[in-house]
């Protein structure tokens, strides 16, 4: 039998193992800054950023600041499902999603969140990340709710659901199926308003541009479009995302349904006014220019930053399109290729010329 000293002792040491373990799972309190606000002439203007995952809170608050002083308002942002709930349906773990989320609001950014990734659970051994089957929409549709309690109340309204589902790859290596999109939309957008009535579900991203394999890569965005109509997807979104990409062409070239560029949003609104959703507004998620040297789908520095104002300026055009989030501020890697050059500020932190250009337009007065 244990002495009462030695029994004090082992309570002691248990307590302090215990403390120390659970210490290092526990949310840390965040190093706030104190409260900015973005100076910009351009209410528009947005930044696409790569900082879920990260976990560095002083590389996420100055990438912020640094998206706050070149003028842009918001910021999109993916929140992978598969990080928030990693092993199971039950309990949540926000540690990175409340990191950069308090950080966006302390630089007056308004976060627009990306939500998609599955966990290993929720999908069929051997599929990749991106396979979300019928089953497990409900639990989908929970986290996103989950995600919308909390959040909303901070001011993230705009809840993207899905990337690009006319891709195969984004579709879990399967066919794209707007069908089975258009599914997906009445689960979650039911979910949602029921615990968070002022989110904003905001359906497409799609991939621009015309059918690659017979539909089988890439369902054409046109197409894929009209067909979620088709299936009675209108009344499950509040917000319609578009991907704007230039390509080799200034912002103000001519659309047409066999081009990508920046104007392709033209058509996608036509459509949409087509079906009657011409009170909903849009918003740009991906979009902008390379400008890479060796690359055959760039443009030179000086067309980047020409064509990247132009491309800001041009929003403001369109009262139905509420932000313009451009791919992207950064990385924290580096891949010695052409991804590089989307970059507006390099991944030591180095502000790149497209970076200081946008910045000076930003505050002209």
């Given at each position: 039998m244990l002495k009462p000293l030695h029994f004090f002792a082992l309570l002691t040491v248990t307590a302090l193992?215990?403390?120390?373990?659970?210490?290092?799972?526990?949310?840390?309190?965040?190093?706030?800054?104190?409260?900015?606000?973005?100076?910009?002439?351009?209410?528009?203007?947005?930044?696409h950023t790569r900082l879920t995952g990260v976990g560095d809170e002083v590389y996420i608050h100055q990438a912020l600041a640094q998206v706050r002083e070149m003028g842009a308002t918001w910021i999109v942002d993916l929140f992978p499902w598969a990080y928030v709930q990693p092993r199971s349906?039950?309990?949540?773990?926000w540690?990175?999603?409340?990191?950069?989320?308090?950080?966006?609001?302390?630089?007056?950014?308004?976060?627009?969140?990306r939500l998609d990734i599955v966990p290993a659970w929720a999908r069929p051994p051997g599929t990749t990340d991106r396979h979300l089957d019928p089953a497990y929409y409900q639990d989908?549709?929970?986290?996103?709710?989950?995600?919308?309690?909390?959040?909303?109340p901070q001011g993230v309204q705009h809840l993207i659901i899905w990337n690009e589902p006319n891709l195969s790859f984004e579709w879990g290596?399967?066919?794209?199926?707007?069908?089975?999109?258009?599914a997906l939309l009445k689960v979650v957008y039911p979910t949602v308003k029921a615990v968070a009535p002022e989110a904003l579900i905001v359906a497409g991203a799609l991939s621009p541009g015309s059918a690659l394999a017979g539909g089988h890569t890439r369902m054409d965005d046109m197409q894929y479009l009209a067909s979620l109509y088709d299936a009675q997807a209108g009344p499950y979104f509040d917000v319609w995302a578009a991907h704007a990409y230039g390509g080799r062409e200034p912002p103000e070239a001519e659309p047409a349904p066999e081009r990508v560029n920046f104007r392709?949003?033209?058509?996608?609104?036509?459509?949409m006014e087509h079906f009657g959703?011409?009170?909903?507004?849009?918003?740009?998620?991906?979009?902008?220019?390379?400008?890479?040297?060796?690359?055959?789908?760039?443009?030179?520095?000086?067309?980047r930053i020409q064509w990247t104002i132009a491309t800001y300026e041009l929003a403001r055009t369109y009262p139905w399109l509420d932000a313009v989030a451009l791919w992207q501020h950064s990385t924290p890697f580096t891949t010695h290729s052409h991804p590089d050059a989307w970059n507006f500020v390099a991944p030591d932190?180095?502000?790149?010329?497209?970076?200081?250009?946008?910045?000076?337009?930003?505050?002209?007065r």
């Amino acid at each position: 039998m244990l002495k009462p000293l030695h029994f004090f002792a082992l309570l002691t040491v248990t307590a302090l193992f215990a403390h120390q373990f659970f210490a290092l799972r526990l949310p840390q309190p965040l190093d706030l800054p104190p409260q900015q606000q973005v100076v910009s002439r351009n209410p528009l203007i947005g930044l696409h950023t790569r900082l879920t995952g990260v976990g560095d809170e002083v590389y996420i608050h100055q990438a912020l600041a640094q998206v706050r002083e070149m003028g842009a308002t918001w910021i999109v942002d993916l929140f992978p499902w598969a990080y928030v709930q990693p092993r199971s349906r039950y309990g949540y773990d926000w540690t990175g999603a409340d990191m950069v989320i308090e950080h966006a609001h302390r630089q007056g950014l308004r976060v627009i969140a990306r939500l998609d990734i599955v966990p290993a659970w929720a999908r069929p051994p051997g599929t990749t990340d991106r396979h979300l089957d019928p089953a497990y929409y409900q639990d989908y549709a929970n986290y996103v709710a989950a995600f919308a309690a909390r959040y909303t109340p901070q001011g993230v309204q705009h809840l993207i659901i899905w990337n690009e589902p006319n891709l195969s790859f984004e579709w879990g290596e399967r066919s794209p199926d707007p069908g089975a999109y258009a599914a997906l939309l009445k689960v979650v957008y039911p979910t949602v308003k029921a615990v968070a009535p002022e989110a904003l579900i905001v359906a497409g991203a799609l991939s621009p541009g015309s059918a690659l394999a017979g539909g089988h890569t890439r369902m054409d965005d046109m197409q894929y479009l009209a067909s979620l109509y088709d299936a009675q997807a209108g009344p499950y979104f509040d917000v319609w995302a578009a991907h704007a990409y230039g390509g080799r062409e200034p912002p103000e070239a001519e659309p047409a349904p066999e081009r990508v560029n920046f104007r392709r949003i033209e058509l996608v609104r036509a459509m949409m006014e087509h079906f009657g959703d011409g009170d909903k507004p849009m918003i740009i998620t991906e979009a902008g220019y390379n400008d890479h040297p060796r690359w055959n789908g760039a443009v030179t520095p000086a067309e980047r930053i020409q064509w990247t104002i132009a491309t800001y300026e041009l929003a403001r055009t369109y009262p139905w399109l509420d932000a313009v989030a451009l791919w992207q501020h950064s990385t924290p890697f580096t891949t010695h290729s052409h991804p590089d050059a989307w970059n507006f500020v390099a991944p030591d932190g180095t502000p790149r010329a497209i970076y200081h250009a946008v910045r000076e337009y930003a505050r002209e007065r």
